[in-house]
């Protein structure tokens, strides 16, 4: 089973960007249709990016221009580059395996990101 690692999240203005990681280890990623999810205080988690093995791409319309997610297969890892960042952009981000638009893997403890003037 393929452990995922999320990492690159902090604190940041809005306007600002960040990079998150995800990286895996356990089995390759590389047949594998990855997403990343936002969950935000109080709210149910949602899927904002999702990247198929081909590589076409598909995004939440909350951040549909702002965010790009990509990945490299020989690093075993899926990137969430995030510019434009809104203070409702705030919550705790993790990546997923994915069945369609379904998390099927374990979940990782993910890498918080807080957009705050």
């Known amino acids: 089973q393929v452990q995922l690692v999320e990492s690159g999240g902090g604190l940041v203005q809005p306007g600002g960007s960040l990079r998150l990681s995800c990286a895996a280890s356990g089995n390759r990623l590389t047949f594998y249709t990855m997403g990343w999810y936002r969950q935000a205080p109080g709210k149910q988690r949602e899927l904002v990016a999702r990247i198929t093995s081909g590589g076409s791409t598909s995004y939440a319309d909350s951040v549909k221009g702002r965010f790009t997610i990509s990945r490299d297969n020989a690093k075993n890892t899926v990137y969430l580059e995030m510019n434009n960042l809104k203070p409702e952009d705030t919550g705790v981000y993790c990546c997923?395996?994915?069945?369609?638009?379904?998390?099927?893997?374990?979940w990782g403890q993910g890498t918080q990101v807080t957009v705050s003037s």
């Open positions: 997923n395996v994915l069945a369609g638009t379904t998390a099927i893997g374990s």
